[in-house]
């Protein structure tokens, strides 16, 4: 599948680990280099804003699409390829999603959850097809994912659900996927 745009859901914190911080680096590095455009939430801090930085820096293309309900909460980035502010989240999943080729869930919060389960639902009611991609980088998002094979086991999904997204625990078979 060729994947130009890449959405990316995750964290807005600087207050995490290291570590975590450092991935969204190296993805924008990375996504920079392989040509393909980030769309993104907006924001110019945590895993989120070092993805962006990251892409701008090594010349790459960057849509920001961030609500006007945020800024009482955090900053949308300035140095943006694109930043596009809208209304309300819903505006922003909508916009994000009908710009992006794949969705990608880095670590991050309540919010990256908000948004890897809206556009999961709607791969569920087949809305779109377009790949989901979880990024386990260091066993973050372990619970998650036994949470996720829980509810299909118990039968609260269907199996098939399982095929709806992929999980990777390594960075490089996920830049394979991707083609970074």
Avoid at 21 to 49: Q, W
Avoid at 108 to 125: H, M, N, P, R, V
Wanted: charged share 20%.
């Amino acid at each position: 599948m060729d994947i130009g745009t890449l959405c990316v859901f995750c964290g807005a914190q600087n207050a995490v680990p290291q570590k975590h911080l450092d991935i969204g680096t190296e993805l924008g590095k990375r996504m920079a280099a392989g040509n393909k455009k980030l769309v993104y939430g907006g924001g110019d801090c945590g895993v989120m804003g070092r993805i962006a930085n990251a892409v701008m820096q090594h010349g790459g293309w960057v849509t920001g699409v961030f609500p006007r309900s945020l800024r009482d909460i955090e900053n949308e980035h300035k140095s943006l390829t694109e930043i596009i502010i809208v209304d309300g989240m819903h505006e922003r999943k909508q916009l994000m999603y009908e710009r992006s080729d794949a969705f990608l869930v880095l670590p991050g919060g309540f919010g990256t959850l908000d948004e890897l389960f809206e556009i999961l639902t709607w791969k569920q009611l087949r809305l779109h097809n377009k790949p989901i991609l979880i990024f386990n980088h260091l066993g973050y998002w372990d619970h998650l994912v036994a949470l996720m094979e829980n509810i299909i086991q118990t039968g609260f999904a269907r199996m098939e659900n399982k095929d709806y997204y992929l999980v990777f625990n390594e960075f490089e078979a996920l830049a394979e996927y991707l083609e970074i």
